[in-house]
């Protein structure tokens, strides 16, 4: 079975004859009807809750990378140059946590300019020039916060975690959680090492992030403790960005464990920080993009994390994506239009529309989303008794859906 191509539901029909389980004694296990287990296998539903991805892949005991077929195999020269460089981002970040091989590398100044420039790249999903750069630059910034120079090491320490920012963001979209959640934890110490305040709450933003959906419990306890740690400083404009972002992914947390009053209390305490704060103009620290319309972005995520697709046009009205100056964040926002759409049934033709305009702004960001991928392949089931339309035919085609079961 490609890892790529097929639907999530024919990996959970694929792991369930491995572990030898009936359709009813799986439903049993995950905690869902055999009639939704079964619309599941054949593709006649997604699956867009993590929640439930979770459930299945606990009752079948596999990770959930596994059902969305992570990493998938590479389609497209972009995905294949990304890919090659994994190695040696494994290996970069294996050497610091040990704190192997530390010999001189660049300079601060000059190192401050390639996290500049991998920031830039993440934010506009360019992962075939990001993931090459990453081994180098955090090999040289380990070496850097060794320095015997409390400035420099403190100075590397604050870049380090950018690098490990747009590190576990990549490696994770790549379709490698493990090597993400590496990352993630690099950036905790560094950030624990520098004992800013701020900078902690980026990395706990990171480590949070970085966790996969059956991780949800320590997700819950992880964001409730960085939400804390940093509300002494929610009136500080800097601080307060990352502040809101946490509460932002504190709803995240909370719609995947169906505490909708806890959605409700993040969301409008995210709402009203930025409110006050208003839109950043130039994306802000390692260009989180937290504003109005980013809280607009997480909001829509959520409702469609919750199934409550038919929402997504209420949410989106007045909402003006170009404020937000960021391929992948409005590619995200995009995605999640279309995919909540598609949960309506009554609006594919739209919903396609959506997912094509996500996929121009950023191919590789929504080419490589197993969501996207599912939500195409039902699309394409739903409409294969009727003309499928151009659109829809090279969509299906770019991200790796194959049409039947």
């Known amino acids: 079975m490609a890892r790529g191509d097929a639907h999530i539901g024919t990996r ?6 491995r572990r030898g389980l009936s359709q009813v004694a799986l439903a049993g296990l995950a905690g869902m009807s055999q009639a939704y287990l079964s619309q599941i296998e054949t593709g006649a539903r997604t699956v867009d809750s993590r929640a439930t991805l979770a459930r ?23 995905h294949s140059s990304a890919s090659a460089a994994i190695p040696a981002v494994r290996a970069a970040l294996v050497a610091a946590s040990l704190g192997d091989d530390v010999t001189t590398g660049r300079g601060v100044d000059e190192l401050a300019a390639e996290v500049d420039r991998a920031v830039r790249l993440r934010t506009e999903a360019d992962y075939a020039r990001l993931t090459p750069l990453l081994p180098d630059l955090i090999s040289d910034l380990h070496a850097a916060t060794c320095s015997a120079d409390e400035q420099t090491a403190r100075t590397a320490l604050r870049l380090m975690v950018s690098a490990l920012y747009c590190c576990t963001f990549t490696v994770k979209y790549l379709g490698y959680p493990d090597l993400a959640m590496a990352a993630a934890d690099q950036a905790q110490r560094a950030a624990e090492r520098l004992d800013d305040p701020t900078v902690r709450g980026i990395a706990d933003f990171v480590r949070i992030q970085s966790l996969p959906p059956e991780l949800g419990r320590l997700a819950r306890h992880l964001s409730a403790d ?12 800097t601080a307060g960005q990352v502040y809101g972002m946490l509460h932002l992914v504190s709803a995240r947390v909370a719609a995947v464990d169906r505490r909708t009053a806890d959605v409700a209390t993040h969301l409008a305490e995210a709402r009203s920080i930025a409110t006050r704060l208003g839109e950043t103009t130039d994306g802000g620290l390692v260009a989180l993009w937290f504003g109005p319309t980013n809280v607009s972005f997480w909001e829509t995520a959520i409702a469609v994390e919750l199934g409550e697709g038919g929402r997504v046009r209420e949410l989106a009205a007045g909402v003006t994506p170009d404020a937000v100056r960021s391929a992948t964040r409005q590619a995200s926002w995009y995605a999640d239009l279309g ?20 996929e121009r702004i950023a191919p590789q960001r929504v080419r490589l989303n197993p969501a ?23 969509l299906a085609e770019r991200v790796g859906t194959v049409q039947g079961t």
């Open 12 to 17: 959970v029909r694929y792991w369930r004859g």
């Open 56 to 78: 299945l892949a606990e009752a079948l005991q596999v990770t959930t990378a596994s059902l969305e077929g992570q990493p998938a195999d590479p389609r497209t020269p972009e």
């Open 226 to 237: 960085a939400v804390d740690r940093l509300a002494v400083l929610a009136d500080d404009p």
């Open 339 to 358: 995919r909540g759409l598609a949960q309506t049934r009554r609006a594919d033709q739209e919903a396609v529309a959506h997912l094509v305009r996500a």
């Open 372 to 394: 996207v991928r599912d939500t195409v392949s039902l699309i394409l089931r739903r409409v294969r008794q009727r003309s499928v339309s151009s659109d829809l035919r090279a």
